[in-house]
């Protein structure tokens, strides 16, 4: 009897999709708690009805697809429609973005290791997988999260996160979707770049070994890690060219080859930097590479659209312009050719249609 009911072939090409062409993966998956807490300090309405208004807002954004491959949705959202009846996903389809879907049910607390987390979702996501796969999604997410200080993280917790992650990759598989697998190593924290990536490398490699383990097809997976990054609280911020250095030796160390892609999350970069270390890994290593280096970003690509909105309709187009050009700089980012000027013109732009307004 076939493993999988759909071809692992199927499963490449999407793969190879996701990364093809110099585009990456817009994030718009966050739970309704972290959506919510995102509108709170700008004065955003928490309600369904905000939540999906700012989704179509980045939905329907002209020319998203020239720069974005695939849509990270949530459960909520994958279920919504826009103004004029027209299903999300449909909409979606339509431009020539390939749907995916957040389908973790977020980090709980690891018992008996205090601070520690393991992500949770297992029980019943076949049946899940398959209802996302018949309402046209093609790809999933599953997140887990190590946070890093001088006690942690445990044996325990890199351990259970990566198993839960191999479990869910076999099980997207089987349903005919492309894992996305993430380990966040979180960016919170005093500890060094050096920290970071010691424990990053040991992450990786243990996430792979499970892989292996539950027979997980390298071919149809994306990874999604962090970059190799001092804490957010460390007094010593290396340069784009040391993250750079660091983040492509340790994947080259720890991720096979046979991977089509690896996509960064931002975790809380701002979006120029998120911007420029991509760019920087991509001019100096990209020949060296055996997979495509590529962007997976939530809030490095929707933050400056998010504030420029603030939930009001009459700044909707000017909210899809911030969103298209941080999709725009990191496309240009994957092929080594972002630069500041592509902030400052656009800053000139912004500032002309202030002016005009
Ligand atoms: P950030 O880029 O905001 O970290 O979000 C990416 C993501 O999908 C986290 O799971």
């Not at 493993?3 to 990364?19: C, G, H, Q, S």
């Not at 983040?247 to 701002?270: D, E, I, N, W």
């Not at 997979?291 to 400056?304: H, M, N």
């Not at 009001?312 to 496309?331: E, F, G, I």
Request: glycine share 8%; with cysteine.
């Amino acid at each position: 009897m076939e493993r999988y009911p759909v071809n692992i072939k199927v499963l490449a090409k999407t793969a190879n999709e996701m990364v093809a062409n110099g585009k990456g993966l817009l994030a718009i998956d966050e739970s309704t708690g972290t959506c919510d807490k995102r509108f709170a300090p700008l004065g955003i309405p928490q309600t369904v009805e905000a939540r999906r208004a700012y989704r179509q807002l980045i939905i329907t954004t002209p020319g998203l697809s020239e720069s974005i491959s695939g849509l990270i949705l949530y459960d909520e959202t994958i279920r919504q429609k826009k103004d004029d009846g027209t299903p999300f996903i449909k909409a979606i389809i339509d431009a020539g973005i390939i749907p995916g879907i957040k389908v973790d049910t977020g980090a709980k607390d690891l018992a008996g290791h205090p601070q520690e987390k393991v992500t949770e979702g297992l029980d019943g996501l076949r049946d899940r997988l398959n209802e996302y796969f018949h309402m046209g999604a093609r790809f999933a997410k599953w997140r887990g999260v190590i946070a890093l200080s001088h006690c942690i993280p445990t044996r325990a917790c890199i351990e259970a996160n990566a198993q839960a992650l191999a479990r869910y990759a076999a099980l997207c598989q089987e349903a005919g979707l492309v894992p996305v697998v993430e380990p966040e190593v979180l960016m919170a924290g005093e500890h060094t770049l050096a920290q970071c990536a010691e424990v990053t490398e040991v992450v990786l490699c243990t996430v792979f070994l499970e892989l292996h383990a539950q027979g997980v097809m390298l071919e149809g997976m994306i990874l999604k890690p962090n970059m190799m990054l001092p804490g957010a609280a460390c007094p010593r911020q290396e340069g784009v060219d040391e993250v750079a250095d660091a983040t492509v030796k340790c994947l080259l160390r720890a991720v096979p080859a046979a991977v089509p892609g690896v996509a960064f999350l931002s975790g809380g970069q701002s979006g120029e930097l998120a911007s420029a270390r991509l760019n920087e890994m991509n001019v100096r290593f990209k020949s060296r590479m055996p997979w495509e280096l590529a962007f997976s970003y939530g809030r490095a690509i929707q933050q400056p659209a998010l504030e420029i909105w603030r939930g009001d309709q009459a700044n909707v187009l000017a909210a899809q312009q911030a969103l298209l050009h941080r999709a725009r700089c990191n496309r240009a980012a994957r092929r080594g050719e972002y630069n500041d000027g592509m902030e400052k013109s656009s800053e000139r732009m912004s500032h002309v249609a202030k002016q005009t307004h």
